[in-house]
Each structure stands twice: as structure tokens, then as C-alpha cells.
């Protein structure tokens, strides 16, 4: 299957923002959404956020909210992440990957999702 390709991933300082990109050509995304997922050394795959291909739903993990904003962009066939305020605590490797019935429902359970990319690095200095 084809897999994501994060990117847009570095070192930033808190407080500082990033803006992360997932493309999702040539996959069929109408009834699926695009998730973001980070994982620490040593810890499991947490949920970030979600969106619908379709129409755009939204869902964020609380520790994200009001800092992070997930987006897609159907024309260029992308899906955005972009993340403020950045703490110490939001290192990690961060991936993309779809759920081909999300637009049913928002799942944060990463084993319902495929397509999984290599993941972007983020690493937030205090």
C-alpha cells in the first residue's frame, strides 16, 4: 500500500510553531480521515488529532487543543498540521496515517489506522 510522507518536522525552541504536511495522493480518501499520531522513544502511539477527507470534521487529543489545528487541503491532496505554543512535551516522532472509515467515525486508536509514513521528527527544546 502506498505509505505517507511526513515532513516538515525540526527543532524548535517552546513556544515556537511548526507546520507538519502528510500528502494522500493516489489513495481514494472520500469516506476515510487522515490522523495524526506521535510517539516518544520508550512510549506507545498516541493520538494528535483527526480530520474527514470529506468534509473536514475534526477531532483533537485534549492535551492539543486550542494549540494544535489539523487541516486538509483537497486539492493538493494534503493534510496539515500545525502546532503553536510547542512544549518539551510534544517530542516526538510524528506520523500520518489513514483510516478508510473515518468519516463514520473519528477513531484515535492508532491500530485502526494504515498507510503509515516513516514519521517526521519533532524536538522541542526547553
Known amino acids: 500500500q502506498e505509505q505517507s510522507a511526513e515532513s516538515g518536522g525540526g527543532l524548535v525552541q517552546a513556544g515556537g510553531s511548526l507546520r507538519l504536511s502528510c500528502p494522500a495522493s493516489g489513495r481514494t480518501l472520500s469516506r476515510s480521515a487522515i490522523g495524526w499520531f506521535r510517539q516518544a522513544p520508550g512510549k506507545e502511539r498516541r493520538f494528535v488529532a483527526s480530520i474527514t477527507w470529506a468534509d473536514g470534521r475534526t477531532k483533537y487529543a485534549d492535551l492539543v487543543k486550542g494549540r494544535f489545528t489539523v487541516s486538509r487541503d483537497t486539492a493538493e491532496s494534503t493534510s496539515y498540521l500545525q502546532m503553536n505554543d510547542l512544549k518539551p512535551e510534544d517530542t516526538g516522532s510524528y506520523y500520518c496515517?489513514?483510516?478508510?472509515?473515518?468519516?463514520?467515525?473519528?477513531?484515535?486508536?492508532?491500530?485502526?489506522?494504515?498507510?503509515w509514513g516513516q514519521g517526521t521528527q519533532v524536538t522541542v527544546s526547553s
Open positions: 496515517a489513514v483510516d478508510n472509515t473515518g468519516y463514520y467515525r473519528q477513531n484515535s486508536d492508532w491500530r485502526l489506522y494504515t498507510n
